[in-house]
């Protein structure tokens, strides 16, 4: 038997193998650790790495690993580019909110603005908000929204809610409340009691159905 020492030959470092952990973007989020084989995982050289290891490990996240090279595109930008989409996809949904027909956007009321976002700031005429999850228009322009005066019977020369909920047919009268319009030939419920619309009120009316029956209604 020998008595010559076997000598095992010592990989480089530069050919050492390193497992980089890949997100469903291919951006590196890490590597060298225990995953599992659902991870999208590469195996690279350390040769292979865009920059040395240890200087490649301290800001892998600003890299992305696709068709068989590294990009550099640091987290920074990609998070000041996300900003800048958030933005314009605000300013669209404003938009799309603001065109909306009545009908429409009273039946998505919370996606527009609460009216306690707005205390202390102002309203113009036409503009839609949201109370306590119903769609109210603003009848005439507010110069500063007071905490003490929300959407409600009190205050409706101010506000009127948008109801989209009933026909106003016979058989599916609109529940009357005392600061809302009226529309000739709209049939209205009041006390379990149905009243037919005789003319337009063209502004909010103040007083109950039976008050006003031969001027603005007529009993059912």
């Given amino acids: 038997m020998s008595d010559e020492i076997m000598e095992i030959p010592v990989a480089e470092e530069s050919e050492l193998d390193s497992a980089i952990l890949l997100d469903d973007t291919n951006r590196c989020i890490a590597m060298d650790c225990i995953y599992t084989n659902k991870d999208n995982v590469i195996t690279l050289k350390r040769k292979d790495l865009p920059l040395e290891y240890n200087e490649f490990a301290g800001i892998l996240h600003d890299f992305k690993y696709e068709g068989g090279r590294f990009i550099y595109l640091p ?3 990609v998070l000041k580019q996300e900003s800048q989409f958030n933005n314009l996809v605000s300013q669209n949904k404003k938009i799309v909110l603001l ?6 956007a009273a039946s998505i009321p919370c996606c527009y603005p609460s009216w306690a976002s ?3 700031k102002s309203f113009s005429e036409g503009d839609r ?3 306590e999850g119903k769609l109210w228009k603003v009848r005439q322009d507010i110069s500063a929204v007071l905490e003490n005066q929300p959407p409600s019977t009190a205050t409706a020369a101010l506000y009127e809610v948008i109801d989209i909920e009933h026909a106003g047919t016979i058989e599916d009268p609109i529940p009357y409340d005392m600061n809302m319009e009226v529309f000739k030939d709209k049939y209205y419920i ?3 009691v149905k009243y037919k619309c005789i003319r337009d009120s063209d502004q909010p009316l103040y007083a109950t159905c039976a008050s006003l029956v031969g001027n603005y209604f007529e009993l059912v």
């Fill in 118 to 120: 707005y205390i202390g």
């Fill in 75 to 77: 987290m920074q930008e």
């Fill in 129 to 131: 908000i949201e109370y």
């Fill in 190 to 192: 009041e006390n379990d």
């Fill in 99 to 104: 065109n909306l027909d009545d009908e429409t």
